[in-house]
Every structure is written in structure tokens, then in C-alpha cells.
């Protein structure tokens, strides 16, 4: 495949004709124009299916919420092209491991089970019930059920995710790593240390009445494109819009609605973001103090002057703890430490103060911006810590927004994948299912990778996800993972996962979130929760390309069954009714009483979130505020004295290891990924030019060489000292011993390394 290459800076808003451009070709591109076209028109509607994009919620005023990046994960996924197993004879493994992931996944859909021959190197169809029984012999045959690894991406739905749990924990482990572990685990830490609950305490409609929206290290014109539709209504209306990311995101500054063809045909289009910061990679913990330290000290202006103090006194007496602590270590917190970290100046931190307080309503977002970075729980804290000084949780148009990843990530956790669970959902399972749960926390991600690695953990099962490629390390990840017995694959497209097979491996094909979803008793629909706790049914319409692919909770009962028989639960009557699923997540996860009944409601059901009703299920009972220290450095350990920190992020056209395309377009790169950005004066001090390649390497202290090549220079609005470049290509730099404080999650915004020229791309010396 050949593609023009091009870096052309984009000049146009975010939205509009490029949006809609881009999500017909996409949709022209695959084979099927017209059933393609049909599921996009349902995406969201009626009990349709939900969009498998992102966890942004639904707007139920709006008839048809149109998003460019949601259509491309539909049209990629109902594609009716078909990998037959012809393709997998003609090629072997080592062969398809020199592909691109673009390459791999544009192949089509898996249609058939796979099992992989080491001898021939190919992979081979299988049957469903040899692949089952193959799984059960090897997971029987372990010394302890801990040595198996039950890996879960978010996309999959709140049905077969909960049986997936039920399962791995009767068979008795609790290794349940998870992508939530390499994104918004942060967020839910720290959320649950300051409220109580981790999860964000807004509503969808909170976004029509704030004054003001903080947006923190998120980049919703790509990854949440329907986001701009509240945030551009909410500047419409006057609120303050203040962004703060380390790079200028068009999406942030200004956005066309392809819904007002107004904005379409002329090149009207409405700014977003009043303010805009530029922070340094993980500065936004200073930028935040540097916030509360402006306002601590204007309060004390006033209240020696007579006048009322502007923070909220009374919800600060009654809802929180620990408020003297936390002022005591902002006044500890030196102005110049705050600027040399954040990388802002003091009057724009004084500025956004500014703006922040003259804001009755504030709404706090964040993304990836915030979470992958060592002191990512600490900087959730601060964020929260601010809010709480001024009263923002408990009342309309404020509280705090952690913007989730994966369309269904969130309610994968409430449904029990969860390393470490809470005590009352394995006692709710142990009574209702009656057998004993282990109590014992299992791996998190980072922690099965390195089990891999030292051959404790022997088999590994993926419900969804690309663990090979979403993982750091790349070359110490796909050597884990080629250690195990057994890897099994539960996927829709060919990734660079199955290209890395333990001693055995299989694919299991699956049906996607946009396919019909036959079972005895009918058609199925699923459950799945957005961003702000709302449950709702999703029920696919596409035919399926094949009845050899099977529903994801099909898949999982199989397996259970094979193992487990039906000495706790019979399995395959769950799989012929979803119903039966449902009853027993009512029996056992709170929230959802009458589940059943409630799926048939227009838009889903809230679930509720206790902080944000000012009820904090902490040990004081109270929202603590976090008196941490600032970080003592931004790096998180080894060299500090790297002359560059890299964020690894993704570009428009690109659903995490999905690769769409190979254009950027709002950062103006096209036909291309391998680019570095950086700022024309980093350049200059380099003595390099725009478009000259380098070799990217890690500075870490354990001696291991990181590096990749061939990456071309592009001169960007971002701060001195701070690279961009793409996710998952630059993942071999991520060392797997860099990761968040109390998190696990890998530090992907924050690697610290060095740049040389280099003539041409060298190809990573991957494991044979
Ligand atoms: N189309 C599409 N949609 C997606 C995804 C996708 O790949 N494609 N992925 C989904 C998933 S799983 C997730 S988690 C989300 C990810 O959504 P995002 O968090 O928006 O994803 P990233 O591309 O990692 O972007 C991080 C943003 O934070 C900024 N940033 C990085 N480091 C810092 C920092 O230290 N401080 C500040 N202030 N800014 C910083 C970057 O410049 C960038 O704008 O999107 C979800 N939605
Ligand atoms: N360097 C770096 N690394 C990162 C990140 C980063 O910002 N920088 N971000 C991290 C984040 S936030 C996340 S969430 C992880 C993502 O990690 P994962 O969730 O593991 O990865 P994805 O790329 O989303 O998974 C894509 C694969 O899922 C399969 N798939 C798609 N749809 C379905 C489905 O409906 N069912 C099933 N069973 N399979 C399906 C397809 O086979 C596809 O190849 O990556 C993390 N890794
Ligand atoms: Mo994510």
C-alpha cells in the first residue's frame, strides 16, 4: 500500500465538510455502502446499537448525533470483507508479523476459530468445540488458577464482561488485568481516595448549565468528537471554555457542527476555548496549585480587608476533611516551583484563577493527559481538591469529569473487572453464587506482563483488546507473551496479538457490538454504561459474514462450561438468554434492581453516584482534600537529565491500536505516521530542519536499549523540551518499570529521551 505523504498545517475548525469528507470515504471505501450507511443512521437511535467509539454519553435532544470518528469504528467493524482461512495458509505468522497494524486489521473480519501450528508456523481453522476443550485441558492443568491471566478491553459489554468474572473467579483467581489499568486507572483511584466513589459525578446535561468547563490533558476533537457539540453549545451560550494541553489541538480552539449545515457550507464555525495553556508534559499538578495558591492569597486580601471569603466555607465545614493540611502544603508550595514545573507563567496561572472563580458552575474534565504520568493520582487529587475549596460537586452544572476511553470500560468495572475487587461484590458473588471467590488481589497489566515474562503465569485469555501492541515495552511485552502455554485471542479483526502466540494459541472470532446477535430464544440485545453512569441496551443490526463467528458472552460460556460444567451455574442456558445474565448482575451488583425492566427505557437508566449527592463512602465520611507534595521532578525516575520528555498519543485516524488511515488532519500530517513533534526552536538548537528523520531513545536506568527509528521531524506549537508522536509506534520506548504511583498504569506521557539524526527507518529487532 502507498500513500502520499504531506505535513500541511490545517487552517479550518474542527467538525464540519473535512468531518463528513472523511466519514463517507470511510464508508465508500468498504464493500457494503448501503448497510454500512443503514447502521450508521441507527447508531444511538431508538434501541439500536451503542456507538462502539467512545464513552461519551448520549444526547437524547439532539435526533442524530453524527461523529466522524464514531462512524469510521462502525464502517471498520461492518466491513464485509472476510479473512478466510485460505489467507492464514498463504501466510505464515513470522511473514504477517513484518506488516504494518494497519495492514492487518484492514484484512477484514475473523470468521472462523483459529488454532495456531508452531510447526508450520500458520494458523489453522479449528473447531469451536476442540478450541474449548483445548483451553479447558490447559487451564485444568495448571498448579494454581493464579497462574492463568484473564486480560479485558473495554469495548466488551456489561453481559459478557460480568460472566467473564463470575468465571475466572469460580475457577479461582483474580487476575483481571484490564486496559482501564494503562488509562483512567488514576482517575479512579484518586477519585475513590478524595469522594468515595471513582467515577465522575456529572451528568451529560451538567455541561448546559456550568459557567465554566476546565478541560485537562484531553483531546476531544479526535477521541471525543461529541464532546465539542456540548462544549461548543456551552460557549455559545457564554460559559468559559479553558483548555489546558501541552499541544494546540484544533478540536479545542474552534469547531464547525456538521449538524448546522450553515457551519458546513460556509466557514462559520464557533470557538471553543477562551483560554488556552500550554503546560508541560505533567505540569498540570503545579498549573492547579499554582490555581488554589492565586486564589488562597486573593482570599486573604479579602477577609483581612473585612470582606466574605471566596471559597465555600460551609460545604468545605460540612462535606470535606483535611482542609488544613492542604493549604498549609499550597503556602508551602513555592511560586517558582510552580511555574518551573507547570511550565506557565504566573500570570497565566493567575489568569485562569481568574476565570476560575468569577465561575459560579465548574466542571473539571480530563483524559490521558492527566492519568498517564507517575504523580497521575496526585494531580486527579489536586483537580478535585480545587473543586472542593469552591463547592463544585453536589449542584447542577458542576463536579468532575473523568472522559473515559473505551465505549463500555466504565461499566466493565462496575460489572467486576477489578485485580482488586471490594470486599462487598465478592461477598454479594460468594452468596449469591455460593461458592468461595479468592480474596487475594490478582495481576493488573503490567503485573501479568512481567508474571509472563518470569513464566509464573501460563495462560492468557483476551476478551477483545491488542494487549501486544497497547502495552509498553514492546519487544519485553511480545516476549511475554510468546512465553505463555496458552494465548487466546477473543477478537474481530487480525491484530498484531495473534501474531505473538505462546507455545499454543487461538483466535476466537466475534460478533461486534453493531451485528445481530442470534441465540435460542432470539435475538440478544447488551447492556452498556457511558461515561456518566448511564446504563442502556444496545442491539445490533448487521447480518453477521459468517455463522461460524459467535456473541462474546457465547464465547465465554463455552469456555466456562468446558472447564467448569455446570457445577455452579448453567452456562449455556445464559448464553441462549441475556435476560437470565441480567437477573443475576441484579442479584449481585448494586444500582440495578428491576434491570431487566429498565432496559426498555428511551436513553438508559442512571445509575447514581453517591458524591455527587454529598454522601462519601470514605473512611472520615468526608471528601478528603490531598495534601501532597508537588512531584520532586516531572520525569519519573532514571535520567532527569534527558534533554527531552515524550508523550506517545494518538492521531484522527486511529482507534487506539486500530489504525483507519494514515492521516492527522486537524495536525495537518498526512499518508504518514512515523513523526516527531517539537517545537522550531528545539529544532534550531539542534541544528536540524522539518522533515529530517531521528532515532528516538530512551534514557532509563536499567541499561535495556529503547529505541525506534526513522521518525521525520515536524516543527509544532509545543512547549521547549516536550515531544508528541504516535501511539502504538513509539510504545518499544515505554519502559514496563515506569508507571503510575498507587496505579500501575505505564507513564505514556511522560518518557524521558534523547533524538539523533538518522539516515533511514531500521525495523525493531522483534523476537523470532
Ligand atoms: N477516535 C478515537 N477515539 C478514541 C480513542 C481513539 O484512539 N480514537 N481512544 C479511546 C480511549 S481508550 C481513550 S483513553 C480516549 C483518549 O482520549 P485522549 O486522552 O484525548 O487521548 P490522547 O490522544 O492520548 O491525548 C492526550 C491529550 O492530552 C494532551 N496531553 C498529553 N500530556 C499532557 C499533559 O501532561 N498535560 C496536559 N495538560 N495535556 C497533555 C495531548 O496533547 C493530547 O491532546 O479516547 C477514546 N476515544
Ligand atoms: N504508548 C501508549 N500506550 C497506550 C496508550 C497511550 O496513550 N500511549 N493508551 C492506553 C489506553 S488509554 C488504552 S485503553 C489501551 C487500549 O488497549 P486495548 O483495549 O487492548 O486495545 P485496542 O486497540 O482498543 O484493541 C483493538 C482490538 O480489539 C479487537 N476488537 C475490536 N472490537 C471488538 C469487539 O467488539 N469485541 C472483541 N472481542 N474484540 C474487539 C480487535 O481485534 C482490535 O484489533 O492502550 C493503552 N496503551
Ligand atoms: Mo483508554
Known amino acids: 500500500m502507498k500513500f502520499k505523504t504531506e505535513i500541511k498545517p490545517y487552517t479550518g475548525a474542527a467538525g464540519g465538510w473535512g468531518s463528513l469528507e472523511a466519514t463517507t470515504r470511510y464508508v465508500f471505501d468498504s464493500k457494503k455502502v448501503l448497510s454500512n450507511l443503514r447502521n450508521l443512521m441507527r447508531v444511538n437511535k431508538g434501541r439500536g446499537f451503542d456507538c462502539p467509539g467512545c464513552a461519551w454519553g448520549d444526547d437524547n435532544h439532539s435526533t442524530f448525533s453524527f461523529c466522524e470518528n464514531g462512524a469510521k469504528a462502525v464502517s471498520w467493524e461492518a466491513t464485509r470483507k472476510a479473512l478466510e482461512p485460505e489467507f492464514f495458509a498463504q501466510h505464515s505468522v513470522s511473514k504477517l508479523r513484518e506488516q504494518s497494524d494497519y495492514f492487518l486489521e484492514y484484512q477484514g473480519r475473523l470468521t472462523q476459530p483459529l488454532r495456531y501450528n508452531r510447526t508450520t508456523d500458520h494458523y489453522e481453522p479449528i473447531g469451536w468445540d476442540d478450541a474449548f476443550s483445548l483451553i479447558a485441558s490447559h487451564l485444568k492443568g495448571l498448579e494454581s488458577p493464579d497462574q492463568a491471566d484473564f486480560y479485558t478491553s473495554g469495548r466488551a459489554s456489561n453481559e459478557a464482561s460480568y460472566l467473564y468474572q463470575v468465571f475466572g473467579r469460580m475457577f479461582g483467581t483474580n487476575n483481571f488485568p484490564d486496559c482501564s489499568n494503562m488509562c483512567h486507572e488514576a482517575s479512579g483511584v484518586g477519585l475513590k481516595q478524595s469522594i468515595g466513589v471513582g467515577k465522575g459525578t456529572i451528568r451529560l446535561d451538567d455541561f448546559e448549565k456550568a459557567d465554566a468547563i476546565f478541560v485537562f490533558g484531553q483531546n476531544p476533537g479526535t477521541n471525543h468528537p461529541r464532546m465539542l457539540h456540548s462544549l461548543r453549545?456551552?460557549?455559545?451560550?457564554?460559559?468559559?471554555?479553558?483548555?489546558?494541553?501541552?499541544?494546540?489541538?484544533?478540536?479545542?480552539?474552534?469547531?464547525?457542527?456538521?449538524?448546522?449545515?450553515?457551519?458546513?457550507?460556509?466557514?462559520?464555525?464557533?470557538?471553543?476555548?477562551?483560554?488556552?495553556?500550554?503546560?508541560?508534559?505533567?505540569?498540570?499538578?503545579?498549573?492547579?496549585?499554582?490555581?488554589?495558591?492565586?486564589?488562597?492569597?486573593?482570599?486573604?486580601?479579602?477577609?483581612?480587608?473585612?470582606?466574605?471569603?471566596?471559597?465555600?466555607?460551609?460545604?468545605?465545614?460540612?462535606?470535606?476533611?483535611?482542609?488544613?493540611?492542604?493549604?498549609?502544603?499550597?503556602?508551602?508550595?513555592?511560586?517558582?516551583?510552580?511555574?518551573?514545573?507547570?511550565?506557565?507563567?504566573?500570570?497565566?496561572?493567575?489568569?485562569?484563577?481568574?476565570?476560575?472563580?468569577?465561575?459560579?458552575?465548574?466542571?473539571?474534565?480530563?483524559?490521558?493527559?492527566?492519568?498517564?504520568?507517575?504523580?497521575?493520582?496526585?494531580?486527579?487529587?489536586?483537580?478535585?481538591?480545587?473543586?472542593?475549596?469552591?463547592?463544585?460537586?453536589?449542584?447542577?452544572?458542576?463536579?468532575?469529569?473523568?472522559?473515559?476511553?473505551?465505549?463500555?470500560?466504565?461499566?466493565?468495572?462496575?460489572?467486576?473487572?477489578?485485580?482488586?475487587?471490594?470486599?462487598?461484590?465478592?461477598?454479594?458473588?460468594?452468596?449469591?453464587?455460593?461458592?468461595?471467590?479468592?480474596?487475594?488481589?490478582?495481576?493488573?497489566?503490567?503485573?501479568?506482563?512481567?508474571?509472563?515474562?518470569?513464566?509464573?503465569?501460563?495462560?492468557?485469555?483476551?476478551?477483545?483488546?491488542?494487549?501486544?501492541?497497547?502495552?509498553?515495552?514492546?519487544?519485553?511485552?511480545?516476549?511475554?507473551?510468546?512465553?505463555?502455554?496458552?494465548?487466546?485471542?477473543?477478537?474481530?479483526?487480525?491484530?498484531?496479538?495473534?501474531?505473538?502466540?505462546?507455545?499454543?494459541?487461538?483466535?476466537?472470532?466475534?460478533?461486534?457490538?453493531?451485528?445481530?446477535?442470534?441465540?435460542?430464544?432470539?435475538?440478544?440485545?447488551?447492556?452498556?454504561?457511558?461515561?456518566?453512569?448511564?446504563?442502556?441496551?444496545?442491539?445490533?443490526?448487521?447480518?453477521?459474514?459468517?455463522?461460524?463467528?459467535?456473541?462474546?458472552?457465547?464465547?465465554?460460556?463455552?469456555?466456562?462450561?468446558?472447564?467448569?460444567?455446570?457445577?455452579?451455574?448453567?452456562?449455556?442456558?445464559?448464553?441462549?438468554?441475556?435476560?437470565?445474565?441480567?437477573?443475576?448482575?441484579?442479584?449481585?451488583?448494586?444500582?440495578?434492581?428491576?434491570?431487566?425492566?429498565?432496559?426498555?427505557?428511551?436513553?438508559?437508566?442512571?445509575?447514581?453516584?453517591?458524591?455527587?449527592?454529598?454522601?462519601?463512602?470514605?473512611?472520615?465520611?468526608?471528601?478528603?482534600?490531598?495534601?501532597?507534595?508537588?512531584?520532586?521532578?516531572?520525569?519519573?525516575?532514571?535520567?532527569?537529565?534527558?534533554?527531552?520528555?515524550?508523550?506517545?498519543?494518538r492521531s484522527h485516524d486511529q482507534y487506539n491500536t486500530t489504525i483507519y488511515g494514515l492521516d492527522d488532519r486537524y495536525r495537518g500530517v498526512y499518508g504518514q505516521r512515523e513523526v516527531l513533534f517539537i517545537h522550531p526552536d528545539d529544532l534550531a538548537a539542534l541544528g536540524m530542519k522539518d522533515g529530517e528523520l531521528v532515532e528516538i531513545e530512551t534514557l532509563w536506568t536499567d541499561g535495556v536499549e529503547r529505541k525506534v527509528t526513522g521518525f521525520k521531524l515536524v516543527s509544532y506549537d509545543i512547549p521547549r523540551g516536550n515531544l508528541a508522536a504516535y501511539y502504538p509506534e513509539t510504545n518499544p520506548l515505554v519502559p514496563m518499570s515506569s508507571f503510575g504511583d498507587q496505579t500501575h498504569t505505564p507513564t505514556s506521557k511522560a518518557i524521558p529521551v534523547a533524538i539523533r539524526r538518522c539516515e533511514q527507518k531500521v525495523d525493531l529487532q522483534r523476537i523470532a
Not at 486573593?298 to 488544613?324: K, P, Y
Not at 494465548?487 to 487461538?506: F, M, Y
Not at 428511551?602 to 453517591?610: R, S
Request: with cysteine; aromatic share 6%; hydrophobic share 40%.
Open 233 to 649: 453549545h456551552a460557549a455559545d451560550r457564554g460559559a468559559k471554555v479553558v483548555s489546558f494541553n501541552t499541544l494546540r489541538e484544533r478540536g479545542l480552539e474552534r469547531f464547525a457542527d456538521p449538524q448546522k449545515p450553515l457551519e458546513v457550507v460556509t466557514t462559520k464555525s464557533g470557538r471553543i476555548s477562551s483560554a488556552y495553556y500550554q503546560p508541560n508534559l505533567g505540569g498540570d499538578m503545579a498549573a492547579v496549585r499554582g490555581i488554589v495558591k492565586a486564589l488562597l492569597e486573593a482570599d486573604r486580601d479579602r477577609v483581612s480587608n473585612g470582606l466574605s471569603t471566596i471559597f465555600d466555607a460551609d460545604f468545605i465545614a460540612q462535606n470535606t476533611a483535611g482542609v488544613d493540611e492542604y493549604l498549609a502544603v499550597v503556602d508551602a508550595t513555592s511560586w517558582e516551583k510552580i511555574v518551573e514545573q507547570s511550565g506557565l507563567s504566573e500570570e497565566e496561572i493567575r489568569e485562569a484563577a481568574s476565570i476560575y472563580v468569577q465561575a459560579e458552575r465548574v466542571i473539571c474534565t480530563w483524559a490521558m493527559g492527566i492519568t498517564q504520568h507517575k504523580h497521575s493520582v496526585a494531580t486527579v487529587r489536586e483537580i478535585t481538591n480545587l473543586q472542593l475549596l469552591f463547592g463544585q460537586l453536589g449542584k447542577p452544572g458542576a463536579g468532575l469529569c473523568p472522559v473515559r476511553g473505551h465505549s463500555n470500560v466504565q461499566g466493565n468495572r462496575t460489572m467486576g473487572i477489578d485485580e482488586k475487587a471490594p470486599k462487598a461484590l465478592l461477598d454479594a458473588m460468594e452468596a449469591h453464587f455460593k461458592f468461595t471467590p479468592p480474596r487475594n488481589p490478582g495481576h493488573n497489566t503490567v503485573e501479568a506482563l512481567e508474571a509472563m515474562l518470569k513464566g509464573d503465569a501460563k495462560v492468557l485469555i483476551c476478551l477483545g483488546g491488542n494487549l501486544a501492541a497497547a502495552a509498553p515495552d514492546t519487544l519485553r511485552t511480545e516476549k511475554a507473551l510468546s512465553n505463555l502455554d496458552l494465548s487466546v485471542q477473543i477478537s474481530t479483526k487480525l491484530n498484531r496479538s495473534h501474531l505473538t502466540p505462546g507455545r499454543e494459541a487461538l483466535i476466537l472470532p466475534t460478533l461486534g457490538r453493531t451485528e445481530l446477535d442470534m441465540q435460542a430464544t432470539g435475538s440478544q440485545f447488551i447492556t452498556v454504561e457511558d461515561s456518566f453512569s448511564m446504563v442502556h441496551a444496545s442491539e445490533g443490526v448487521g447480518i453477521p459474514l459468517s455463522p461460524e463467528q459467535r456473541s462474546e458472552t457465547a464465547i465465554v460460556c463455552g469456555i466456562a462450561n468446558a472447564v467448569l460444567g455446570d457445577k455452579y451455574l448453567n452456562w449455556m442456558a445464559l448464553a441462549d438468554d441475556y435476560n437470565l445474565i441480567r437477573d443475576h448482575i441484579e442479584a449481585t451488583i448494586p444500582s440495578f434492581t428491576d434491570f431487566n425492566a429498565r432496559c426498555d427505557i428511551k436513553g438508559g437508566f442512571y445509575l447514581g453516584n453517591a458524591a455527587a449527592e454529598l454522601k462519601f463512602n470514605t473512611p472520615t465520611g468526608k471528601a478528603n482534600f490531598s495534601a501532597a507534595n508537588l512531584p520532586e521532578q516531572l520525569i519519573p525516575q532514571g535520567n532527569q537529565d534527558a534533554p527531552f520528555t515524550l508523550q506517545t498519543l
